[in-house]
């Protein structure tokens, strides 16, 4: 019954920011631990970020854009956002938000069983 829809992408330039949204329709959001991931033509689904539910007080973040991304939540709006700066052209995929069926912090795809429609991000040179 729990429904996650994304908002946020679109096309920016290269060192450009933008703020993806995932609003979650469950009314035990703040038990959920989130993540997003993402995935670019003809390659498979790769983790960016993920954070532990309640407080979201640990987050996790790929390797490839530790610094630039930064997730957070608001368990008052059902919703966890996805700040991206300084943006690369690699970054361009589609990006997915998901619901762990876990209770701890995990960037295991498999460990997710939510997933949103997907948001296009676009980042050009």
């Known amino acids: 019954q729990v429904q996650l829809v994304e908002s946020g992408g679109g096309l920016v330039q290269a060192g450009g920011s933008l703020r993806l949204s995932c609003a979650a329709s469950?009314?035990?959001?703040?038990?959920?631990?989130m993540g997003w991931f993402r995935q670019a033509p003809e390659k498979g689904r790769d983790f960016v970020a993920s954070i532990n539910n309640w407080s979201g007080s640990r987050t996790s973040y790929a390797d490839s854009v530790k610094g630039r991304f930064t997730i957070s939540r608001d368990n008052a709006k059902n919703t966890v956002y996805l700040q991206m700066n300084s943006l690369k052209p690699e970054d361009t995929a589609v990006y997915y938000c998901?619901?762990?069926?876990?209770?701890?912090?995990?960037?295991?795809?498999?460990?997710?069983?939510?997933w949103g429609q997907g948001t296009q991000v676009t980042v050009s040179s």
């Open positions: 469950g009314r035990t959001f703040s038990t959920y631990v």
């Open positions: 998901a619901k762990s069926k876990t209770t701890w912090a995990t960037n295991s795809m498999r460990d997710y069983d939510l």
